[in-house]
């Protein structure tokens, strides 16, 4: 590498670090599989944390399929802050910071690996985010660059991995587990999705792609479990419409899964 490149990112690192600094806690949401529910998960709890009075922010940092903006509603464009930076987002108190509104609609963002960890690290440097209690970054589905440039950039304290309870997603969940222990994050916690299916006529649930596997791996891989989240239509809706569920359903069965979540996220805190 050019000395000059390297001085470059060196440089980088140190804003990193200082513009984290006045961040209180990290926290990562992966999983080994897509489609489990992360950017869901990200956003929920974020709402639920915010309504327990907490600063927090959310970096959408799955650079080819950025859902974020779309799934708590925020639109335009972040604004430049002074020379350098750029303001979050703001959509019902949460900060927000995507590249979704930086590119054309519907254009696929074809980059490799290195662009796409750079564009991350840029966020992570460049954002100014001001006094959090968490920054949660969404992540990509897999074990693949942009998790280890989080987490070796970001430091985060809590990985929260997400898994449906089929043994097919618990299979790239142990996988998920595993790599946020070699990366030395200090805490583990897995979060099992679409736990049990909501009738929608009448209430009740039903076991669709069972449930109880996300604890059970929990704690034979010795990580803790922050609990189970039923599938229901309407968490579905609302994520399509950019309406979190736990915003405009606060009495649902998910809302009341997020409010056990974001305890035992705290507790781990
Ligand atoms: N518990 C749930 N109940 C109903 N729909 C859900 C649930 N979790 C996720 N979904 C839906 O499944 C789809 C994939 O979820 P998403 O959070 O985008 O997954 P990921 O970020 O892991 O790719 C979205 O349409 C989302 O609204
Ligand atoms: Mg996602």
Redesign the pocket.
């Known amino acids: 590498m050019p000395e000059n490149r390297m001085a470059e990112l060196q440089e980088q690192d140190k804003r990193i670090q200082e513009n984290l600094n006045v961040i209180k806690n990290r926290l990562v949401v992966f ?1 080994g ?9 990200a956003v929920n709890l974020a709402y639920t944390l915010i309504q327990r009075k907490m600063q927090i922010g959310l970096l959408d940092a ?1 650079i080819t ?1 950025p ?1 974020i903006p779309q ?1 708590v509603g925020a639109s335009g464009q972040p604004e430049m802050f002074g020379e350098h930076q750029l303001l979050p987002q703001v959509k019902d108190k949460l900060r927000v910071m995507s590249i979704a509104p930086m590119i054309p609609q519907d254009q696929p963002v074809i980059w490799r690996g290195p662009l796409r960890s750079g564009t991350i690290s840029q966020f992570l440097a460049d954002v100014f985010w001001d006094e959090l209690d968490i920054l949660i970054a ?1 992540l990509p ?1 897999g074990t693949g660059d942009e998790v280890l440039t989080v987490s070796q950039k970001m430091l985060p304290r809590i990985a929260i991995i ?1 898994t449906t309870p089929q043994e097919v997603s618990l299979l790239d969940c142990r996988r998920a587990v595993n790599m946020a222990k070699k990366l030395n994050i200090p805490k583990i916690g897995v979060v099992e ?2 736990s049990g299916l909501i009738c929608p006529h009448c209430g009740e649930e039903i076991d669709f792609f069972g449930s109880g596997g996300g604890e059970e791996m929990a704690k034979s891989m010795e990580v803790s479990f922050l609990g189970r ?5 309407i ?2 809706e609302c ?2 419409a950019g309406t979190p569920v736990v915003l405009k359903y606060p009495e649902s069965k ?1 809302a009341r899964a997020f409010t056990l979540i974001a305890q035992n996220v705290i507790e781990l805190l």
């Open positions: 999983s599989k897509g489609g489990v529910g992360k950017s869901t998960v799955d399929g859902n799934m969404d589905p997400v999705n679409m989240i039923p599938m229901e239509k968490s579905r994520g399509d998910t």
